[in-house]
C-alpha cells in the first residue's frame, strides 16, 4: 500500500534562516506531489505541484521554492524565511481517480 | 479564486443530529469532487468522492449530494458524533491538482 511521510512534524526557525522539508511516498512510482500550506483558521493553498523529477511548477509567486530530486521526493526550501512563511505544510501525492492523500503536515513557526 | 484567505465558517450541532456542510464550486466543468475531514494538527483525510455523473452517493454515514444546475455540493452526516468534530473541504478536480473551499467547521455538543 502507499505511504507517504512528511517531517519534521513541528518546526520553529528564526527569522532569515533557512529551510528544508522533506516528504517521500512509498509503494507507488511517478506520483504527481504537491506542497500546500494552510495558515491558522483558513483554507488550503496550493504552492507547487510536480508531475516528474525535476519538474516543479509554483502557482504563487513567494520566498519558497520546491525540488523533486528524485522519483518519491519532493522537498520545500527556503534561503531565508519571512515572519508571514509561518503556517501549517502538507505535502500530498495524487492516487487513483485523481484523490490527493496528504502527509500529516508541518506545523513551522517562524519567529 | 480560492477562499484561503476567509475564516472559515462554522456549524454546530448537537450529538445524535443529522449535519449538512455546503460548499459551492466555481466550474461548471468539473467532473470529481471530494470531501475531506482534518482534525486538528492533522493532515485532510478522504471522506467520499462523487463524480459529476452522480447526483448522489452514500458511505458509512455520509452522504453527499451534488447539484450541477447550481453548483452545489453538500456533505450529510447522520447521528452525529463527537469523533465528528472536525473542518470538513470540498474539493474540485483540476487539471494537474484538486481546488479547495474555505473549509467548515463542525463542532458537536454532547
Not at chain 2, 35 to 46: H, L, N, T
Request: aromatic content about 10%.
Amino acid at each position: 500500500s502507499q505511504t507517504i511521510h512528511q517531517w519534521p512534524a513541528t518546526l520553529v526557525q528564526p527569522v532569515g534562516s533557512p529551510l528544508s522539508l522533506e516528504c517521500t511516498v512509498e509503494g507507488t512510482s511517478n506520483p504527481n506531489l504537491y506542497w500546500y500550506r494552510q495558515a491558522a483558521g483558513r483554507g488550503l493553498q496550493l504552492l507547487f505541484y510536480s508531475v516528474g523529477i525535476g519538474q516543479i511548477s509554483s502557482e504563487v509567486p513567494q520566498n519558497l521554492s520546491a525540488s523533486r530530486p528524485q522519483d518519491r521526493q519532493f522537498i520545500l526550501s527556503s534561503k531565508k524565511l519571512l515572519l508571514s512563511d509561518s503556517g501549517f505544510y502538507l505535502c500530498a501525492w495524487k492516487g487513483q481517480g485523481g484523490k490527493l492523500f496528504f502527509g500529516s503536515g508541518t506545523q513551522l513557526s517562524v519567529l | 479564486g480560492e477562499s484561503v484567505g476567509l475564516h472559515l465558517p462554522t456549524l454546530s450541532v448537537q450529538e445524535g443530529d443529522n449535519s449538512i456542510i455546503n460548499c459551492a464550486y466555481s466550474n461548471s466543468a468539473s467532473d470529481y469532487f471530494i470531501w475531506y475531514k482534518q482534525e486538528s494538527g492533522k493532515g485532510p483525510q478522504f471522506i467520499i468522492d462523487i463524480r459529476s455523473n452522480m447526483d448522489k452517493r452514500q458511505g458509512q454515514r455520509v452522504t453527499v449530494l451534488l447539484n450541477k444546475t447550481v453548483k452545489h455540493l453538500s456533505l450529510q452526516i447522520a447521528a452525529t458524533q463527537p469523533g465528528d468534530s472536525a473542518v470538513y473541504f470540498c474539493a474540485e478536480r483540476r487539471a494537474n491538482d484538486m481546488r479547495f473551499g474555505a473549509g467548515t467547521r463542525l463542532t458537536v455538543k454532547p
